[in-house]
């Protein structure tokens, strides 16, 4: 518990908390959610125009970790980018300070992509039960 409240708080070095924690983490759970969910299950979609029930259980429950995990280590990169960018004021390395601005600005955009792809996917689900509707008639 202690190395997620120094992580919270922004006491763990921004390279570390950046590069390993959300680059490396994250690529290794997108990597894992796409050959574990994503190829067997679309697979069964494509076949059948089903999925189990427990594998709506089961991707659900990866997004849903996904999204917490995503928000968590967002805090925590913006946290460590304050400490990053108040020390380096402090012992005068005002020009350092740019990558504490840019891990901000990466984060940021991030969210901002994030946001878009739920606002497409909304528009796009509406259109598509639209079309269905239509298609009925």
Known sequence: MGFIRTLWRGE???????????ILVVAIFETIGSFRFFSEYMELWENSGT??????????SYIGIYI???T??????WNSA?????????????EA????????????FIWILFLLC??????????????EEISKI
């Open 68 to 70: 917490l995990y995503i």
């Open 12 to 22: 763990i070095t921004l390279v570390f908390t950046y590069w390993v924690m959300g």
């Open 97 to 108: 300070k740019w990558w504490g601005y840019a891990a901000k600005a990466t984060v940021s």
């Open 51 to 60: 999925i189990p029930e427990n594998g709506r259980i089961i991707f659900g």
């Open 118 to 131: 739920i606002i497409v996917a909304l528009i796009f689900g509406f259109l598509f039960g639209m079309i």
């Open 82 to 94: 304050d400490t990053y960018i108040k020390v380096a004021q402090e012992n005068g390395r005002t």
């Open 72 to 77: 968590f280590i967002s805090i925590c990169i």
